[in-house]
C-alpha cells in the first residue's frame, strides 16, 4: 500500500497538464494550474503556480491518472481527525487535506536509491508525488523546495 502524506501547501492543484523544465545544475521547476483558498469554492479563477525543487536525484513522468492505476493500492494519510469538510480543514489548518501534492511514506523506490544518491544523508532527500489529471510525476529530491504564483506568460518562457 503506498501512503501519502499530504504536503502542507495553500494551494491544491487542478490542472490537466504538468508543465517540467529540468537543468542539470538548475533542478526542476513544475508549471501547474491551482485552486488558493479564496477561489475553492467557486472554482472559476485558477492561478499558475511554480514548484522549484533545488536538488533533484531522480524524476519520473507517468502518463497515466494515478489514483486510476493505483487503485486500492494507495491511501492519502488522514489528517482530519475532526472529519472536517475540505473547506473547513483548509480554512482551520492553512494547508488542503488532498492538495495533489505529496510526500510518499516509506518509499522503497527512495530505500533502494538512498545509498547511491546520499549514501551520508545530507541531501534529505524526500520521494514526492504531484498529480495531474491524466499524470504525475514522481522525484527523489532534496525537502528544500519552493512554491509561488506565475503569469502565463512566465509559463511560455518556462
Known sequence: MISLIPEEVDFKISTTDLHLEYQERGGVKINVETL???????????????????????????????????????EIFNINEGNLTEYDFWLTNG????????????????????????????????????????????????????FAPYSTKDNMKM
Do not use: V
Open 36 to 74: 488558493l483558498l479564496k477561489d475553492f469554492k467557486k472554482k472559476e479563477n485558477y492561478t499558475f503556480i511554480q514548484i522549484k525543487f533545488k536538488l533533484i536525484a531522480e524524476l519520473k513522468c507517468i502518463s497515466l491518472n494515478f489514483q486510476e492505476s493505483n487503485y486500492n493500492n494507495f
Open 95 to 146: 494547508y488542503h487535506p488532498s492538495a495533489g501534492f505529496y510526500q510518499i511514506d516509506d518509499s522503497n523506490w527512495l530505500k533502494e536509491s538512498k545509498d547511491k544518491y546520499d549514501p551520508r544523508n545530507r541531501l534529505n532527500l524526500k520521494h514526492f508525488l504531484i498529480e495531474g489529471y491524466d499524470s504525475y510525476i514522481e522525484l527523489l529530491a532534496s525537502s528544500d523546495y519552493t
